[in-house]
């Protein structure tokens, strides 16, 4: 067998990301056929050498992936040293070591993805990958044509450029005050979207991922979880450009979108398409 690098290893057994196994490494608490490793870059020879971490055996374990509806009120971590509820409370019967794909925060709800691939989960969090993530946003008051073009296009925020997104305009709810789009983003920078529609002086009220990398929600009821079928997991490889090998299942379905007929689009170089906004009543 091939060469491995260290931390690698440790991220395909399903231990932590391999960011977090670097971080292990350099703690001191790797050892390699009984020696400590602290410097990274070491290779090992995964059918020969053994692995400890805080002195137990790791190996690689079979690789699993999960789309999870995480609901709001849970922090996305592994662990909460302040006690408060986190999605693993609800992946309780994996019995396999899985860990986030990325981050919601403590009030967005909707699409998380779980494994213990430590290869993929990394590719899809890469910011080269630009993997697509849908929200539905729903945001108090009405929000002008002009901003969702800006937003569209990109804006600056504090930390940098954002890229150009795509945005569906589902128009203003006159009953509740609010107003709904739904908006592509593929960067996944902290708070992004909430952040997105603040420097407009907007406040989201409610947030949903309704998508990521092409997947939906479809059929996952909320704080449920089910395996990915091997169609996703297929799809999900293939934006990575990761080689796939034999996959558990078959296809996905669609998510089913509101109708199309009162909407307006936003991006693609800024263009403005669709019909009249909403001005009253409820949703499309
Ligand atoms: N953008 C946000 O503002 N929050 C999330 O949880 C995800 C994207």
Same mark, same amino acid.
């Given at each position: +067998?091939?060469?491995?690098?260290?931390?690698?290893?440790?991220?395909?057994?399903?231990?932590?990301?391999?960011?977090?196994?670097?971080?292990?490494?350099?703690?001191?608490?790797?050892?390699?056929?009984?020696?400590?490793?602290?410097?990274?870059?070491? !290779?090992?020879?995964?059918?020969?050498?053994?692995?400890?971490?805080?002195?137990?055996?790791?190996?690689?374990?079979?690789?699993?992936?999960?789309?999870?509806? !995480?609901?709001?009120?849970?922090?996305?971590?592994?662990?909460?040293?302040?006690?408060?509820?986190?999605? +693993?409370?609800?992946?309780?019967?994996?019995?396999?070591?899985?860990?986030?794909?990325?981050?919601?925060?403590?009030?967005?709800?909707?699409?998380?993805?779980?494994?213990?691939?430590?290869?993929?989960?990394?590719?899809? +969090?890469?910011?080269?990958?630009?993997?697509?993530?849908?929200?539905?946003?729903?945001?108090?008051?009405?929000?002008?044509?002009?901003?969702?073009?800006?937003?569209?296009?990109?804006?600056?925020?504090?930390?940098?450029?954002?890229?150009?997104?795509?945005?569906?305009?589902?128009?203003?709810?006159?009953?509740?005050?609010?107003?709904?789009?739904?908006?592509?983003?593929?960067?996944?920078?902290?708070?992004?979207?909430?952040?997105?529609?603040?420097?407009?002086?907007?406040?989201?009220?409610?947030?949903?991922?309704?998508?990521?990398?092409?997947?939906? %929600?479809?059929?996952?009821?909320?704080?449920?979880?089910?395996?990915?079928?091997?169609?996703?997991?297929?799809?999900?490889?293939?934006?990575?450009? %990761?080689?796939?090998?034999?996959?558990?299942?078959?296809?996905? !379905?669609?998510?089913? +979108?509101?109708? !199309?007929?009162?909407?307006?689009?936003?991006?693609?170089?800024?263009?403005?398409?669709?019909?009249?906004?909403?001005?009253?009543?409820?949703?499309?």
């Amino acid at each position: +067998m091939e060469q491995e690098r260290l931390q690698k290893y440790i991220s395909r057994c399903g231990y932590a990301s391999r960011r977090k196994a670097e971080e292990l490494i350099v703690a001191g608490k790797v050892q390699v056929n009984g020696r400590q490793v602290t410097e990274l870059g070491v !290779k090992i020879n995964p059918a020969v050498d053994r692995v400890k971490i805080d002195g137990q055996r790791i190996e690689p374990e079979a690789l699993e992936y999960y789309i999870f509806n !995480k609901p709001k009120g849970s922090i996305t971590s592994v662990g909460d040293p302040q006690g408060r509820a986190t999605v +693993m409370d609800y992946l309780k019967d994996i019995k396999n070591r899985v860990y986030p794909v990325g981050r919601l925060d403590y009030n967005t709800e909707g699409l998380l993805l779980f494994t213990n691939d430590g290869t993929l989960a990394q590719a899809l +969090m890469h910011p080269s990958q630009g993997v697509t993530k849908t929200y539905e946003v729903k945001i108090k008051g009405r929000v002008l044509d002009e901003h969702l073009e800006a937003l569209s296009a990109g804006i600056t925020l504090e930390d940098g450029p954002t890229s150009p997104a795509e945005i569906v305009d589902y128009g203003f709810d006159s009953k509740t005050n609010t107003t709904l789009v739904e908006i592509t983003i593929h960067e996944g920078r902290n708070r992004q979207v909430r952040r997105m529609f603040e420097h407009f002086k907007y406040s989201v009220y409610n947030l949903k991922r309704i998508a990521y990398g092409g997947l939906t %929600l479809a059929g996952v009821k909320r704080g449920a979880y089910r395996k990915l079928t091997g169609e996703e997991l297929r799809q999900l490889k293939a934006l990575c450009k %990761l080689p796939f090998g034999k996959g558990p299942g078959d296809g996905a !379905k669609g998510r089913k +979108m509101p109708a !199309k007929d009162n909407k307006k689009q936003f991006g693609r170089n800024g263009a403005v398409r669709g019909a009249k906004r909403r001005s009253g009543g409820g949703r499309p």
